[in-house]
C-alpha cells in the first residue's frame, strides 16, 4: 500500500471513531426522544421520501366530529 493511500485509511478510520466517540454519549430518558434525536439526524433517501408521502396520502381521513359534540361530550 502506498503512503497516500495508508494515510487516507488512516484519516478516513480517525474520523469514523470520533463520530462514533461523540455519539456514544448520548442518553435520553424516553424511547421517542431517541427516535425523535434519531429522525431529526438521518436524511432519508429521495424514493423512500416520496413513498411515505404517497402512503400517508392513501389513508383515510378521519371525520371530525362537530364542535357541538366535542364540547358535549357526545
Known amino acids: ?10 484519516a478516513q478510520e ?4 470520533q463520530d462514533t466517540t461523540a455519539n456514544a454519549g448520548v442518553e435520553f430518558p424516553t ?3 431517541a427516535i425523535r434525536y434519531d429522525a ?7 424514493s423512500l421520501a ?4 404517497k402512503s400517508v396520502e ?4 378521519q371525520a371530525e366530529s ?7 361530550g357526545g
Do not use: G, I
Open 1 to 10: 500500500m502506498n503512503p497516500s493511500k495508508l494515510q487516507q485509511q488512516q
Open 14 to 17: 480517525a474520523s469514523l471513531q
Open 31 to 33: 424511547a421517542e426522544e
Open 40 to 46: 431529526a439526524h438521518t436524511d432519508l433517501p429521495p
Open 50 to 53: 416520496e413513498r411515505l408521502k
Open 58 to 61: 392513501q389513508e383515510p381521513r
Open 66 to 72: 362537530p364542535w357541538w359534540k366535542r364540547l358535549l
